[in-house]
């Protein structure tokens, strides 16, 4: 019996790690941006030529920096999702739109409607390479002080956002 | 007089003040991964992202910042993950470390394993050692010797006549 006992505990031992690590996501990078502040930019504001925003713009109050394109398919996807939480659950969101041409925006948002407060344009991706986007969408948790607080790689389901959003958005209110 | 020179990264042409930092290029873009291909550097990488970040070391280097500055961006905005070389630290000890360790353990298991199977007669105890003498007195030198001795001990139960090679029942 003592001479599987090591054995078998390797064996288990490996078992747990392994698991462990074929549960993860290679493709999930976490950012180093958590508790760091928002980078300085200044950028315009589609819809508003005149306006440009800057990171001080969010300052006052807890928001979601969505990032979207119009040639993203999976923006598609989670756009009803964004759509609900401006309308039912009173969520600020602003828009960055990513390396996009701000007529493509305006006829993709007229199509499938407008959560955003604002959006920012960043035809460049200049902002977009400041925050670590990697891929469209994805999705930060802005708090009061411009603090970035979590980031949602890929696009928003249900679980992100009854689990992890909207409580953080609580949280910092 | 202004040597130009041009190397192809993937996509767009960049042209470099010297050889010296055309290598310098190269060597970094080698170094850094490729977020959107995880598998592949930005060398070989034909991603958007990759040539935006082409672009961005491109730019740095034409502002004198040096390989750990880059790397410093890099890393500020993308995490460790964007380095082929992980740096040393504690959440990467396991990582670097883990595996001249198991080769230790295992190493030493075999180790006890072999020597354990070698041990000397000198091993045996006074009490073992007079048992095994024992024994050697006791045990006849042949086969049909020892078949013998042990139907005599048989024997000395019974009054039947004696089994020898030849009147077998």
């Known amino acids: ?173 | 007089m202004i040597f130009a020179l041009t190397v192809f990264a993937a996509d767009t042409p960049f042209e470099f003040e010297s050889p010296a930092q055309q290598a310098q290029y190269q060597r970094l873009l080698e170094e850094l991964r490729c977020l959107v291909c995880q598998n592949q550097s930005l060398a070989d990488s034909h991603a958007d992202l990759a040539q935006d970040l082409r672009d961005e070391v491109y730019s740095m280097l034409g502002e004198g910042k040096t390989n750990d500055e880059i790397r410093e961006f890099m890393v500020a905005r993308y995490g460790d993950f964007v380095l082929y070389k992980p740096p040393i630290k504690s959440s990467t000890t396991l990582l670097w470390f883990g595996p001249f360790i198991l080769i230790f353990l295992a190493g030493f298991a075999v180790w006890r394993a072999v020597t354990r199977q070698k041990k000397a007669p000198q091993d045996l105890t006074e009490q073992e050692r007079e048992f095994v003498e024992k024994l050697r007195n006791e045990t006849p030198t042949s086969k049909e010797d020892s078949l013998q001795a042990k139907l005599r001990a048989n024997d000395s139960n019974r009054d039947a006549p004696p089994i020898k090679p030849g009147n077998e029942p």
């Open chain 1, 1 to 173: 019996m003592n001479r599987y006992l090591i054995p078998a505990v390797i064996f288990i031992g490996l078992v747990a790690i392994l698991g462990v690590g074929l549960n993860l996501d290679p493709r999930h990078v976490p950012s180093p941006l958590i508790g760091k502040p928002l980078p300085s930019f200044s950028l315009a504001s589609l819809y508003e030529p005149d306006r440009s925003i800057s990171e001080t713009t969010f300052l006052g109050k807890p928001r979601l920096l969505n990032v979207w394109a119009s040639w993203c398919s999976a923006c598609v996807v989670e756009h009803p999702l964004l759509i609900a939480l401006a309308q039912q659950k009173n969520v600020e969101i602003f828009g960055l739109n990513y390396k996009d041409e701000p007529r493509k925006a305006e006829a993709w948002l007229k199509k499938h409607n407008n959560p955003y407060k604002s959006i920012i344009v960043d035809p460049e991706g200049d902002l977009g390479l400041d925050l670590g986007v990697y891929g469209v969408p994805e999705t930060f948790v802005i708090d009061k002080l411009g603090i970035i607080r979590y980031k949602q790689v890929g696009p928003l389901d249900n679980q992100a956002i009854e689990e992890i959003i909207l409580p953080l958005l609580d949280e910092l209110s």
